[in-house]
């Protein structure tokens, strides 16, 4: 069984928004700290943003702060990655994964595990 789905990829213009959803099927979803990684075609998976187990502390890489918002509803088991303002260099597979114990807000891919599928976001100039 996958811990997380990721969904709500697509395409869009630049200039557009999508929102990603990532579901869990873990009941310890709650107590986890989550991020949210991204892989460009051939390059490395990059840090986009995390956040803590109760929703009130985030992080987010430089390149998308004032435009990406990440949230969690624990009742739900469900985070988010809201994406306005999307720009072409953001196309890339979007993954969620749970935090393995290293501080909050780690970009080290390394310290994350239970890995989505990905979902695709292409965004058009």
């Known amino acids: 069984q996958v811990p997380f789905v990721e969904s709500g990829g697509g395409l869009v213009q630049a200039g557009g928004s999508l929102r990603l959803s990532c579901a869990a099927s873990?009941?310890?979803?709650?107590?986890?700290?989550m991020g949210w990684f991204r892989q460009a075609p051939g390059k490395e998976r990059d840090f986009v943003a995390a956040?803590?187990?109760?929703?009130?502390?985030?992080r987010y890489t430089d390149s998308v702060k004032g435009r990406f918002t990440i949230s969690r509803d624990n009742a739900k088991n469900t985070m988010y990655l809201q994406m306005n303002s999307l720009k072409p260099e953001d196309t890339a597979v979007y993954y969620c994964?749970?935090?393995?114990?290293?501080?909050?807000?780690?970009?080290?891919?390394?310290?994350?595990?239970?890995w989505g599928q990905g979902t695709q976001v292409t965004v058009s100039s």
């Open positions: 873990e009941r310890s979803f709650s107590s986890r700290n």
């Open positions: 956040i803590n187990e109760r929703g009130r502390l985030t």
């Open positions: 994964a749970a935090n393995t114990g290293a501080p909050f807000g780690s970009t080290n891919q390394l310290h994350y595990d239970y």
